[in-house]
C-alpha cells in the first residue's frame, strides 16, 4: 500500500508543481486537486486497517509527506497536517472513529494546543474557542481544537473522569474561518485562524493525547505523537529543500552572470555549493530515517519509545528542518539575482521552508530542550 501510494504522488506530483502559483495565489489548495491528493489515501495515512484505513508505517509516510512537498510545499504540509489528525483514529471512540475516520473521504485537521473553552453539560460539552495554523481546514471535512475544560467560573478543572484538556472534533459545518493567512511561504497551506462559538460536542467526540489508552492497539499507537508530527514537518522542509537543490542545477547549467562568459555551473563556488548541499541534506535524512526506522521496529514489538528516543525523534527532525533550511537558502543565495523573482522557485523554496522553521515541534529554539538530557538535567518529557 505504500509503495503504491508514493508512486501516486508521484504520478500527481507535476500538476501539483505546475499549478503551484496558483494554489499559492488563492492562499489554499485548488479543490479538485485536494479531491486528486485524498484519492491516494495521503491525506489519512495513519487511520488503521480495522477502520479501512491505510495504515502506513512511519518512515514510509514521511517518504510520501517529503515527495508531495518537493512539488508543492503547501501539499506535502496538508498531507502531514491531515495524517497526524488521522492518528487520532487509534484513540478516539467508537461510534464516532467509524463516522470520522471510517470514511474514506474524510480530511481532518486542527490544532492540538488547548486554546478553546469547554464547559460540562448534560451529554457532552459546550465548546468556544479561537484556534491559529488551521492548516488545511478550509478543505477538511471534519476540523479538531485543543481545548481547557472550565467551571462556571472560567477556571480550568477537571470532570470526575479526569479528563482535562480534551482535542474535540467539529464537522466543518459549525465552524467558522478566519481569512487572516496572509504570510511570506506555505500560503498554499490556507493555515488560517478558525473558531467555533457555544458549540454542543456529544460524550465522547475527542481525544486526551497522553492520557487516553488507545482503543486500536498498534504500531502507529505505540509511536510517539509528537515525534512523528515532528519528522512530518521535517519531511516537508527536506521535499521542499530537495526541489531547491535540484532547481538550482537546472538554472545552473544556463545562467551566465551578469558580465561573465561562464555559466554558473563553471564557477567553483557554485560546485563546491551544489555538493554541500547535497551531502548535507542526504545525511540529515539518512539520520532521520535510522531513528524512525528503529523506533518503528521497537513499537511493532508492542514496546513505547523510550524517553531517549522520543528525544532522538525529536531532535533528528530538528537538525533535519535546519538542514532543509539552510540548503534552501544557500541555493537561493547561489542563484543570484534571478531567485528574487516572484516566478522563480528558488524564491518560493526559500520563502516556504523558513515558515516551516517556525513550527513549535522544530523551531531552532527545541534544541534547547534536547540537549539536557544528556546534561543530566530534569527535562520535561511532556513536551517530547
Known amino acids: 500500500m505504500a509503495s503504491t501510494m508514493l508512486d501516486a504522488v508521484r504520478t500527481l ?7 503551484a502559483p496558483e494554489t499559492e495565489a488563492a492562499r489554499g489548495i485548488p479543490l479538485d486537486l485536494v479531491e486528486r491528493i485524498r484519492d491516494t489515501g495521503a491525506f489519512r495515512m495513519y487511520v488503521p486497517e480495522v477502520l479501512g484505513g491505510p495504515a502506513v508505517p512511519a518512515w514510509e509516510s514521511l517518504r510520501v509527506i517529503e515527495e508531495l512537498a518537493y512539488h508543492d510545499g503547501a501539499a506535502g504540509w496538508c ?3 491531515g495524517s497526524t489528525t ?4 487509534t484513540t478516539l471512540a467508537d461510534p464516532f472513529a467509524t463516522e470520522i475516520f471510517g470514511d474514506p473521504t474524510t480530511i481532518g485537521g486542527g490544532f492540538a494546543m488547548p486554546e478553546g473553552r469547554a464547559t460540562m453539560v448534560d451529554g457532552g460539552l459546550r465548546v468556544s474557542g479561537r484556534w491559529a495554523w488551521g492548516s488545511g481546514t478550509r478543505h477538511c471535512t471534519w476540523i479538531a481544537g ?21 482535542f474535540v472534533f467539529f464537522p466543518a459545518d459549525e465552524v467558522e474561518f478566519i481569512d487572516n493567512w496572509h504570510v511570506s ?28 489508552a488507545p482503543i486500536r492497539p498498534g504500531p502507529l499507537s505505540q509511536f510517539s505523537f509528537f515525534g512523528l508530527l515532528a519528522c512530518g514537518v521535517a519531511a516537508c522542509a527536506v521535499g521542499i529543500a530537495r526541489r531547491s537543490l535540484d532547481e538550482l542545477v537546472e538554472l545552473a547549467g544556463s545562467k551566465r552572470p551578469q558580465g561573465s562568459a561562464r555559466a554558473l555551473a563553471e564557477r567553483s563556488q557554485v560546485q563546491a555549493d551544489v555538493a554541500i548541499a547535497e551531502a548535507k541534506l542526504a ?26 528516543e522520543k528525544r ?32 522563480n522557485t528558488l524564491q518560493k523554496t526559500f520563502r516556504d521552508v523558513f515558515v516551516a522553521t517556525q513550527h513549535a515541534m522544530v523551531a531552532p529554539r527545541t534544541f534547547e530542550t534536547l540537549g539536557r538530557m544528556p546534561l543530566g538535567l530534569d527535562t520535561n518529557m511532556a513536551t517530547l
Not at 318 to 337: D, F, K, L, N, P
Open 13 to 19: 506530483g507535476p500538476e501539483l508543481a505546475a499549478r
Open 79 to 81: 498531507s502531514m497536517i
Open 86 to 89: 488521522s492518528l487520532t483514529s
Open 146 to 166: 485543543g481545548c481547557l475544560i472550565v467551571d462556571e467560573d472560567g477556571q480550568p478543572t477537571r470532570r470526575a473522569d479526569g479528563l482535562r484538556a480534551p
Open 185 to 212: 511561504g506555505l500560503s498554499g497551506t490556507g493555515s488560517g485562524d478558525y473558531r467555533v462559538t457555544d458549540v454542543f460536542v456529544p460524550e465522547g467526540r475527542w481525544v486526551e493525547m497522553g492520557r487516553m
Open 283 to 308: 545525511s540529515a535524512w539518512a539520520w532521520m530515517r535510522e531513528i524512525v526506522e528503529a523506533t518503528w521496529a521497537r513499537a511493532e514489538a508492542g514496546d513505547a519509545p523510550t524517553d531517549d
Open 312 to 343: 532522538r525523534l525529536r531532535l533528528a527532525a530538528t537538525h533535519a528542518t535546519q538542514a532543509a533550511s539552510e540548503v534552501a537558502e544557500s541555493m537561493y543565495r547561489t542563484g543570484g539575482g534571478a531567485a528574487v523573482y516572484r516566478d
